[in-house]
Structure formats: C-alpha cells, structure tokens
C-alpha cells in the first residue's frame, strides 16, 4: 500500500512540475509593436507646408490644424504606427519651437523632411517662404501639448 501511495505522489509531481514549466513558459509574440523605448532621435531636413485634407493616417483635417506629414518611406517601413504622435519641430534658423500632429506622409519626402499644414508653417516662417530647416523628433506616445 506504501508502494502505491508512493507512486501516486511520484506521477503528482511529475505531472505538477511539468504544468508549472509549461505556464511559466514565455508566449511567443505576433506582435509588431517594439519591446523596448526607442532611443529619441533629433532629425533634421527642410520642412515645406502642404494644404491638408484626408490624410495617410485616416483622419481628415484642416488647414488650421497643426497637421504634420512624415515621408511616405519612412510612413511604410513603420506601417504608420506613428499616427496621431506628435513632433516637436525647431526653426535652426530662428530657433521657434512648435507641435504638430502627424496624420499623413509625403511621398516627395526624404526621410528626415516634413510637410506640415499652413497653419504650422506659420509659427515658424511667412508661407511666402515655403520652405525652412527644421529639427524633429517625436513625443512619447500618449503625449500632447
């Protein structure tokens, strides 16, 4: 009878430390989404403005709004997962500082350029300008001004 207790709490705990491995064990992930903070990165291109409508990101805006457009590159290689985050733009020239939210790309774009909506545009430079030198990066996502 000892025998057999003894083997009934033997395939216990066999079967008891193979459940807790296996539930202990780390899921596989499908997501796309990174695992870690990307390090900020400070670009720096010129910077044009654009009338704005239906962007890239689904969301249709106006000129008013402080919309920013990333190239169409960058915009795809990320599959648009910076949508709705917003940038902090500086005018190397002047040193002005302003907030913009991208909702759109800019297939005429390289990758560290900006088209940005009159209205931004306007914090920086006269539109007559059309054009400046621009320092960006994103916000933490979930921040806004």
Known sequence: MASRILSVFYWLCLFATLFMSISASPVPSNSTEPRELEKR???????????????NCGKRSKDSDPVVAMSKAFYDRNG???????VEIINTANGKKAYGQLLDSCPGCKESELDISPSLFKKFAPLDNGIFTAQWHFMAKGWSP
């Open 41 to 55: 990165v400070t670009r720096t291109g010129r910077a044009t403005w654009f009338n704005v409508g239906l962007g």
């Open 80 to 86: 648009g997962s910076n949508c709705g985050q917003w």
